[in-house]
C-alpha cells in the first residue's frame, strides 16, 4: 500500500481546502482511509475516516459540519474537503489506510499502519 497526500497551503481563516490522497495497492480497497493531522505540542488526531463510502464516516467533534470526507472508488482517491478553516486547523495532514480485519470496522480505534507524506495546512487569523 503506498499512499501520496497533496492539497495542502496556505489559506485566510474562514477559507477552503481540499485535501487529496492517492492510494494504491492491490489490498488498498480492504483497507479503511483516515485522515489525521498533527500539530506542534499535540499529538496525533485522527480527523475522519472513511471505508470507501461504505457504512458512515468517522469525524472527531472539532471538525464536524466542516470537514467532508470522501472518495473516487475508480481512482483510489480519498478527499478531505475543509471548510471554514480555522487557525486551530493548522497542522501537518497525513493519510493513512489501516487493514479492514473484521466486519464491524472501528474507524476511530482501529491501527492504520500504512502513512502517506504529510501535507502541510496552514490557516492565519
Known amino acids: 500500500v503506498q499512499l501520496q497526500a497533496s492539497g495542502g497551503g496556505l489559506v485566510q481563516a474562514g477559507g477552503s481546502l481540499r485535501l487529496s490522497c492517492a492510494a494504491s495497492?492491490?489490498?488498498?480497497?480492504?483497507?479503511?482511509m483516515g485522515w489525521f493531522r498533527q500539530s506542534p505540542g499535540k499529538g496525533s488526531e485522527l480527523v475522519a475516516a472513511?471505508?470507501?463510502?461504505?457504512?458512515?464516516?468517522y469525524y472527531v467533534d472539532s471538525v464536524k459540519g466542516r470537514f467532508t470526507i470522501s472518495t473516487d472508488n475508480a481512482k483510489n482517491t480519498v478527499f478531505l474537503q475543509m471548510n471554514s478553516l480555522k487557525p486551530e486547523d493548522t497542522a501537518i495532514y497525513y493519510c493513512a489506510a489501516g487493514p479492514m480485519r473484521s466486519i464491524v470496522v472501528d474507524l476511530r480505534n482501529m491501527e492504520y499502519n500504512y502513512w502517506g507524506q504529510g501535507t502541510l495546512v496552514t490557516v492565519s487569523s
Open positions: 495497492g492491490r489490498t488498498i480497497r480492504s483497507h479503511a
Open positions: 472513511t471505508m470507501w463510502s461504505r457504512g458512515s464516516p
